[in-house]
């Protein structure tokens, strides 16, 4: 690691606590690259699960002609035809419900014909791996983490991290300030453990993550083979795709702006976090932010997010 550093504060209130590294955040949709993509890696080493599985084997609830081909490699990609995000959260609540909801949606595009990134399809995904390993999701990936030594990492963080934990938004839903408990909604419905979302973690935490990435990428030790990590990082077939298996890759409009490497992968996270790793470079970069709070209307970090990679990656030259 060549450099970490934190700045700010957790709120915007004359006595608020500075953020420092061991700030907690929520990761948002980082939980699909930290915890989804590595959980499905060892499910398939192990024997569990294919990328060529049909969701069909697994969901019962979804049939139908149109979904009949889908896959989970389809689903890992976001080129199973699912929209992109519905509140489930108004009217659905828990695993059974949310199956049943997703399941009998009308497809928005025949699989495979284009990529629009879904909440929807990871969620599923959450609920493929709870079955083939007959484990929740949060026991699983606390299973992982403790192997992999990227703590603290964790769904539905325990009541002492609270007081360190980034506060997100003002939710008039809940109507509370949220702190140490899951931003997105449907997740919150869902027991605060999903496939799309869930995780907390420090930027210590998601940085060692990145490294074991990184040294798999690169042919060392990891948590999975150095074949399957770079099975995951291969750019997507479906047309107009920049997908790989989870992760999304390097393009000019990229959250990492313009100057990593085309080998480059890497994630965002709605509450104001991202990940990017580029082989080529031996370079990763970890930024967590809150920016939804106290409101999600702030879109400020996408401009600053892509000068900050430029930056790193004309530094690190």
Not at 41 to 63: H, K, Q, Y
Not at 81 to 94: K, S
Not at 305 to 312: G, I, K, P, T, Y
């Amino acid at each position: 690691m060549l450099w970490r550093d934190a700045h700010g504060t957790l709120t915007y209130g004359d006595d608020s606590a500075p953020a420092d590294v061991d700030t907690v955040f929520d990761l948002a949709s980082l939980t699909k690259v930290i915890a989804i993509a590595p959980l499905a890696m060892r499910a398939i080493e192990n024997g569990r699960l294919r990328l060529d599985d049909r969701v069909r084997d697994f969901i019962s609830s979804w049939r139908g002609a149109d979904r009949e081909s889908v896959t989970v490699a389809d689903l890992l990609e976001h080129a199973s035809g699912l929209t992109a995000y519905l509140p489930f959260f108004r009217n659905h609540e828990g695993r059974a419900d949310f199956e049943r909801a997703i399941s009998s949606l009308p497809l928005e595009y025949a699989p495979r014909t284009q990529s629009i990134y879904s909440d929807l399809g990871f969620m599923l995904l959450g609920f493929v791996l709870e079955d083939v390993t007959a484990l929740p999701l949060a026991e699983q990936f606390s299973r992982f983490v403790t192997g992999a030594g990227a703590q603290p990492l964790t769904f539905n963080p325990p009541p002492e991290w609270r007081e360190r934990t980034a506060p997100t938004e003002l939710d008039l839903w809940r109507g509370r300030l949220l702190q140490g408990e899951v931003h997105d909604e449907n997740a919150w419905a869902l027991g605060g453990a999903a496939g799309h979302t869930g995780l907390f973690g420090t930027v210590s935490a998601v940085g060692a993550f990145a490294r074991a990435v990184l040294r798999g990428l690169l042919g060392g030790d990891s948590f999975a083979s150095s074949a399957m990590l770079q099975r995951f990082a291969l750019k997507s077939s479906v047309p107009g795709s920049s997908r790989a298996l989870a992760w999304d890759t390097m393009l000019p409009t990229s959250s990492c702006g313009t100057r990593l490497s085309p080998r480059a992968i890497g994630h965002t996270g709605f509450t104001g976090t991202s990940l990017w790793i580029d082989p080529e470079k031996n370079l990763y970069v970890v930024l967590l932010t809150n920016r939804v709070h106290p409101t999600r209307d702030n879109n400020g970090i996408q401009a600053f997010r892509r000068r900050l990679h430029d930056a790193v990656a004309d530094h690190w030259q």
